[in-house]
């Protein structure tokens, strides 16, 4: 179990890392701009732009039931026979809607494409943050060819830093064992410097945002 003291050392060095992010940016104002850009014209469009630019998906839903009518939709375009899912409300709700799903161990690397929820979405980089404590695991977000994401705007923060803070705030001294990042596909351009998505994880990663 983290000690109060290693937690108020992780805080402040995070609070530290914001403070030296806008001194650069007042400081170097010309420089700082290609490096730490605002948030514009908001969080959700700042998102989905920069996942869009790096070979993801973002679907905007208007609530809950829009986003799981357009993930069927989704999903009958796609041609995907069932969605692997380990998370057990995701799972009442694509049963709700019609959509084959499952679960089971023996199906797991025969899996087309898995879904999962998120701990948070970075506007800034277009990424999602996820980590072990959810149902889903530590696999899910490595394993599907195609990997579902389902979030709600709520859930959206700015910067990296932002990120942190939060998962600190959630989970206080129980954070989970793994936390990491995921932005855009899995890609590589270590052959002949041709960039080829899904080397060494999903090859298309797909987030339905809900807005309310």
Same mark, same amino acid.
């Given at each position: 179990?983290?000690? =109060?003291?290693?937690?108020?050392?992780?805080? @402040?060095?995070?609070?530290?890392? @914001?403070? !030296?992010?806008?001194?650069?940016?007042?400081?170097?104002?010309?420089?700082?701009?290609?490096?730490?850009?605002?948030?514009?014209?908001?969080?959700?469009?700042?998102?989905?732009?920069?996942? /869009?630019? %790096?070979?993801?998906?973002?679907?905007?839903?208007?609530? $809950?039931? #829009?986003?799981?009518?357009?993930?069927? $939709?989704?999903?009958? @375009?796609?041609?995907?026979?069932? %969605?692997?899912?380990? #998370?057990?409300?995701?799972?009442?709700?694509?049963?709700?809607? =019609?959509? =084959?799903?499952?679960?089971?161990?023996?199906?797991?690397?025969?899996?087309?494409?898995?879904?999962?929820?998120?701990?948070?979405?970075?506007?800034?980089?277009?990424?999602?943050?996820?980590?072990?404590?959810?149902?889903?695991?530590?696999?899910?977000?490595?394993?599907?060819?195609?990997? %579902?994401?389902?979030?709600?705007?709520?859930?959206?923060? &700015?910067?990296? /830093? *932002?990120?942190?803070?939060?998962?600190? #705030?959630?989970?206080? #001294?129980?954070?989970?064992?793994?936390?990491?990042? %995921?932005? !855009?596909?899995?890609?590589?351009? *270590?052959? $002949?410097?041709?960039?080829?998505? &899904?080397?060494? !994880?999903?090859? $298309?990663?797909?987030?339905?945002?809900?807005?309310?």
């Amino acid at each position: 179990m983290q000690s =109060n003291s290693s937690r108020e050392e992780i805080l @402040q060095r995070i609070a530290a890392a @914001q403070s !030296g992010r806008l001194a650069f940016v007042n400081s170097h104002a010309e420089s700082a701009n290609d490096i730490y850009k605002a948030i514009s014209p908001n969080a959700v469009t700042c998102f989905r732009s920069e996942l /869009e630019a %790096i070979s993801g998906q973002c679907i905007l839903c208007e609530n $809950e039931a #829009d986003l799981y009518r357009k993930l069927k $939709e989704f999903v009958e @375009q796609k041609e995907i026979p069932t %969605i692997f899912c380990q #998370d057990s409300y995701i799972s009442g709700q694509l049963n709700q809607y =019609n959509i =084959n799903t499952t679960g089971e161990k023996k199906d797991f690397e025969l899996m087309s494409a898995g879904i999962t929820g998120c701990e948070f979405l970075i506007a800034r980089t277009g990424s999602v943050l996820v980590s072990s404590a959810s149902e889903s695991g530590r696999q899910m977000s490595v394993f599907p060819p195609i990997h %579902i994401v389902l979030a709600h705007v709520s859930q959206l923060v &700015g910067y990296p /830093e *932002d990120a942190l803070v939060a998962v600190q #705030d959630k989970y206080g #001294d129980t954070l989970p064992s793994t936390i990491s990042t %995921i932005t !855009g596909p899995s890609r590589t351009a *270590d052959i $002949e410097k041709t960039l080829v998505l &899904g080397a060494h !994880g999903p090859k $298309e990663l797909v987030v339905f945002l809900s807005k309310a």
